[in-house]
């Protein structure tokens, strides 16, 4: 008697932890989902589209960014695509046979004015 007492008492909790793993797993993948996918608005003005573009090399280049600098005399709304292409000038530091040097490139993005996050990345060396 005293045998199936414990195993009762025990099934409450032990169902209650599978359903907290279940539901912080579903939450877990929900979550990460989320974060990898871009969110997409209207971009308005080359400004807004700017904005996802400069992201963009902060997360490519990370802490070995120098410097970005936008390309207005190159950076345009094609309206017959409905497409802002945007230009930085980025500075990067690089290591180089154990010397540190810096290195120019320009990043070309490619932002949608009805999607609104970059479509195309491309980092040209000059």
């Not at 932002?111 to 990345?121: A, L, M, R």
């Amino acid at each position: 008697m005293n045998n199936a007492k414990n195993a009762k008492s025990f099934k409450i909790p032990l169902t209650f932890l599978i359903i907290l793993l279940l539901a912080i797993g579903v939450m877990a993948v929900y979550f990460n989902a989320a974060e990898t996918e871009p969110t997409a608005f209207f971009a308005r003005s080359i400004d807004d589209a700017s904005y996802d573009c400069e992201k963009k090399i902060a997360d490519k280049y990370g802490e070995t960014l120098l410097s970005k600098t936008f390309d207005e005399l190159s950076s345009n709304y094609n309206s017959r695509k409905h497409q802002y292409i945007i230009f930085y000038w980025i500075s990067i530091q690089e290591v180089i046979d154990e010397i540190p040097m810096m290195k120019d490139y320009l990043a070309k993005c490619i932002v949608w004015e009805k999607i609104g996050y970059v479509s195309d990345f491309t980092i040209i060396d000059p």
